[in-house]
C-alpha cells in the first residue's frame, strides 16, 4: 500500500529562541518529512499578531484588515492535511501568540479540513497541569473546527531551560507522531 503525501502545517508558538517547543515541533517535521509529507513551519512567535478586533470584516471581504502576517497563514491552514499547534504553556495556557491566531480565524475556520496533533511544553515537572492549555486548544478544535479529528497529542512537562528537549524522550515522541501522520 503505497503512501499518500499530505500537506503539513506546523503552528510554532514561542516567543522565545531555540525553545523547547519549537524543538519538538522541529522533531515532528522530520517524522513528517521522512514520511514523505510536504512540511510548512510557521514561526508566530515573534511576528507581532495582533489580537482580533471582532470587526468580522473578513467574514464579509474574505480577510482581515490587519496587515501582521495573518492572511498570509490562512490559506494554510485551509489548505492543510494535517495542522500541529505547537505551544509554551504560560499560566496554564497556550501562548499568547497563538491564542491571536487562533481567534483571528473567525472568517475562515469553518472550511477548515485537517488532522490535528498538538505538542504543548512547560517547566512545570507535573504533566496533569498542561491540561488546561490542551483544552483550551480543544475547545478551538474540537469545538469550532467540527470536520477536524485530533490525531494525537504531547505534553512535554518539566522542561525549563532552553534546548533541554533535546535530550529528552518527548523528541523521540515528537518524531514518531510526525511520522504516523
Partial sequence: ???ISKKVLI????????SNSSF?????AKGSMEAGHEVKTISIGKMGLKPCLACYACTKIGHCIQDDGVNDILPLLLNADVIL???PVYFYSMSGQLKCLIDR???IYERIRSDIYI??????PEKSHLHNALEAIRGYTRDCLEDCKEKGYL???GLNDQGEAKDS???KVAYEMGRSC
Avoid: H, K
Avoid at 119 to 124: G, N, R, S, V
Fill in 11 to 18: 503552528i510554532e508558538s514561542s516567543p522565545r529562541e531555540n
Fill in 169 to 171: 524522550e518527548y523528541a
Fill in 24 to 28: 519538538l515541533a522541529s522533531c515532528f
Fill in 119 to 124: 505538542i504543548l511544553t512547560a517547566w512545570d
Fill in 1 to 3: 500500500m503505497q503512501n
Fill in 105 to 107: 480565524t473567525v472568517g
Fill in 85 to 87: 499547534f505547537a505551544s
Fill in 155 to 157: 505534553l512535554a512537562a
